[in-house]
């Protein structure tokens, strides 16, 4: 496997789990992700969809439309991250 394809999964990993932190909280977020089923990752958890290889930038927007998360609030503290599309 390429270094730069090794390197690129684990930072998606990383954003998606500061994300959580950063707008829900860590501990109501890392819930969220363990409790609330999402009708649009096929009923399944965030965890669950990530587990079984859901992109986490998609399980992100799944989770933020759910809870009606505005979008000026999605990306957390840092004001100059771009947000990623949904697909």
């Keep these: ?15 998606f789990w500061q994300l959580v932190d950063e707008v829900f909280g860590s501990a109501y ?4 992700t363990r409790d ?3 009708n649009a990752l096929d009923d399944r958890t965030a965890v669950q ?10 399980v992100w927007h799944a989770l933020c439309d759910a809870l009606e998360v505005p979008d ?3 990306w957390g ?3 100059n ?7």
């Design 49 to 58: 969809a990530l587990e079984d290889g859901v992109e986490p930038r998609y």
């Design 72 to 74: 000026a609030q999605r």
């Design 29 to 32: 977020g890392r819930a969220l």
């Design 36 to 38: 609330q089923v999402l």
């Design 1 to 15: 496997m390429p270094p730069e394809t090794w390197q690129a999964v684990p930072v998606r990993y990383r954003e």
């Design 81 to 87: 991250r771009q947000a990623p599309p949904a697909r």
């Design 77 to 79: 503290k840092d004001a």
